[in-house]
């Protein structure tokens, strides 16, 4: 019985560390650098998600929306 639960138990430990951690600021700025933005001046999270105020890799201000678990940019919008 005693295996059966550890059997068990493991999936359950990776799931909530895979989809419940949420990523640090630091860490999505160190995300958006690396894929190219630059001036990143706000990060906010809301609802499950960061908004960032950046500039683009053509310098434009831009707003983008980034997943808070996995970094992955759900949205860049060109902010005039």
């Known amino acids: ?3 059966d639960r550890n059997v068990q138990a493991a999936p359950q430990t990776h799931q ?19 894929a190219g933005y630059t001036h990143i001046t706000e990060v906010e999270l809301d609802d499950g998600r960061y908004e960032v105020e950046a500039r683009s890799q053509q310098g434009q201000h831009v707003e983008i929306d980034v997943h808070a678990r996995t970094g992955k940019v759900l949205r860049t919008e060109i902010d005039d």
């Open 1 to 3: 019985a005693d295996d």
């Open 16 to 34: 909530t560390a895979a989809t419940g951690k949420r990523l640090s600021t630091g860490e999505i700025i160190a995300k958006l650098e690396s």
